[in-house]
T-cell receptor, first 116, second 113 residues
Framework: ETGVTQTPRHLVMGMTNKKSLKCEQHLGHNAMYWYKQSAKKPLELMFVYNFKEQTENNSVPSRFSPECPNSSHLFLHLHTLQPEDSALYLC???????????????FGPGTRLTVL | GNSVTQMEGPVTLSEEAFLTINCTYT??????LFWYVQYPGEGLQLLLK?????DKGSNKGFEATYRKETTSFHLEKGSVQVSDSAVYFC????????????FGKGTTLSVSS
């Protein structure tokens, strides 16, 4: 595998289900990100993990719970979602230098989530 | 705070037409600037970037020049193809590592033969 991979590519879940999205980067990067992309708001940053520490949480509801067990893996745990949470969830990674500004990000193909 | 403004789409062109997608930004410091492209059903791919004023990024026939005086990073291509149909996002870097990129709202390009 190369680049950034995401599984599953498609997910349909009921509002009472619990599911997890997985992201893996094979680029040796030290920062990982979750974005939500929907028709109403094209790209919303949800969470940032920099050097394995969560450094940003953009007022995301608690029904979304991120986990970053190591610098290569990132999860998004989902529970009691709402239909308006249906969207494309994109994972990205980058190599960050503490002394420099943010660098380019490499994106996975996304998980298309539908909440019924 | 930092922000990016892109022209609203959709942009509809015929094959071989000239393309310009406008992007302007507001930023403190000296950010890097990026154009990403998203083809249907896929994630975002980096198309080109520029890291300092007057730099020109180029890739696959696309070009954009980092203009500090006009705070712009317009995307251009001399002759578009049907395969260029996609959504294009302008983005700028935060000044701090790990602060994530700031994206514009995206411009949909549709090219017909």
């Amino acid at each position: 595998e190369t680049g950034v991979t995401q599984t599953p590519r498609h997910l349909v879940m009921g509002m009472t289900n619990k599911k997890s999205l997985k992201c893996e980067q094979h680029l040796g990067h030290n920062a990982m990100y979750w974005y939500k992309q929907s028709a109403k708001k094209p790209l919303e940053l949800m969470f940032v993990y920099n050097f394995k520490e969560q450094t940003e949480n953009n007022s995301v509801p608690s029904r979304f719970s991120p986990e970053c067990p190591n610098s290569s893996h990132l999860f998004l745990h989902l529970h009691t979602l709402q239909p308006e949470d249906s969207a494309l969830y994109l994972c990205a990674s980058s190599q960050e230098d503490r002394l420099a500004g943010a660098n380019e990000q490499f994106f996975g193909p996304g998980t298309r989530l539908t909440v019924l | 705070g930092n922000s990016v403004t892109q022209m609203e789409g959709p942009v509809t062109l015929s094959e071989e037409a000239f393309l310009t997608i406008n992007c302007t930004y507001t930023a403190t410091g000296y950010p890097s600037l990026f154009w990403y492209v998203q083809y249907p059903g896929e994630g975002l791919q980096l198309l080109l970037k520029a890291t300092k004023a007057d730099d020109k990024g180029s890739n696959k026939g696309f070009e954009a020049t980092y203009r500090k005086e006009t705070t712009s990073f317009h995307l251009e291509k001399g002759s578009v193809q049907v395969s260029d149909s996609a959504v294009y996002f302008c983005a700028l870097s935060g000044y701090q590592a790990g602060t994530a990129l700031i994206f514009g709202k995206g411009t949909t390009l549709s090219v017909s033969s």
